[in-house]
């Protein structure tokens, strides 16, 4: 199955959970574990990251970019123009705490064939409020917040920043958005290790990662490096035959034009 037709699927299944009371009469349990942020992300980068999956027949880049606010918050936008279809994703989190203020994604197709979607959410209110849009439908959930929690979209440059010792295991509660839910996310720091990525080695942490229970997603381990320092960037992703893997790092200024328009 393509790519393309996986994602209209869990678009359209979205739209039907959202408009659901009761989530296939299941209640996730959410992790209790509390979590501390051991380093925060400073100034403004832009990463550039190779992203292979034959499965899904995705070769092609993957950009972040994000800048730490005035405000105490920082935004990260997340771009791809793959062959078929363009990703954007956009979440604005507090810098110190990692909890998540909003967060965007969108899925916009060269073809007319299939319908783009876009899935907001807001974290300001009492609860989560959770909006699909496809097309011309429109579905609307809110979900109670755990106490701590993160948004699916920000996970792959901000799991470094929270303080798991080797050995140790974190339950962290993410807002996985096509499901409509939060989830728990078994986050274990393996050991460490030296790896070499694009002709270039770093010494880095590996992080195991596993989603608990229900969700829209096969719970597929996996895998995350990172650097073994105080900047804890992202150096590999791997998670069954989806690779990502990290080209270059950008320093960039406070007039760097964002990677796309909200």
Not at 28 to 44: A, C, I, R
Not at 244 to 257: N, Y
Request: glycine share 4%; aromatic share 12%; net charge negative.
């Amino acid at each position: 199955m393509k790519r393309n037709k996986i994602v209209k699927t869990i678009a359209l299944a979205l739209l039907i959970v959202m408009l659901s009371s009761v989530l296939f009469g299941c209640k996730m349990q959410m992790s209790e574990d509390v979590f501390v942020v051991g380093n925060t992300l400073k100034g403004s980068h832009r990463l550039v990251y190779s992203i292979v999956n034959e499965e899904q027949e995705i070769d092609g880049d993957l950009i972040f970019k994000y800048s730490v606010l005035d405000n105490g918050f920082t935004k990260m936008q997340t771009y791809a123009d793959f062959e078929t279809w363009e990703y954007r994703a956009q979440v604005i989190f507090n810098t110190q705490t990692l909890l998540p203020a909003s967060s965007f994604k969108s899925n916009i197709y060269y073809s007319e064939k299939e319908e783009d979607w876009s899935v907001n959410t807001d974290y300001t209110q009492e609860k989560a409020v959770i909006k699909a849009v496809q097309e011309d439908e429109v579905a609307e959930k809110s979900v109670d917040k755990p106490v701590q929690y993160i948004d699916n979209e920000m996970i792959n440059l901000t799991l470094g920043l929270i303080t798991i010792e080797e050995g140790q295991r974190v339950d962290i509660n993410v807002l996985v958005s096509e499901s409509a839910m939060f989830a728990p996310y078994a986050i274990t720091n393996e050991l460490t290790e030296t790896i070499t990525v694009n002709n270039k080695s770093y010494e880095c942490v590996k992080y195991t990662a596993k989603y608990a229970g229900f969700s829209l997603f096969t719970a597929k381990e996996s895998y995350l490096w990172y650097t073994n320092d105080d900047n804890r960037i992202l150096v590999k992703y791997e998670s069954g035959s989806q690779i990502m893997t990290l080209k270059e790092v950008i320093e960039t200024q406070a007039d760097d034009p964002w990677l796309f328009e909200e």
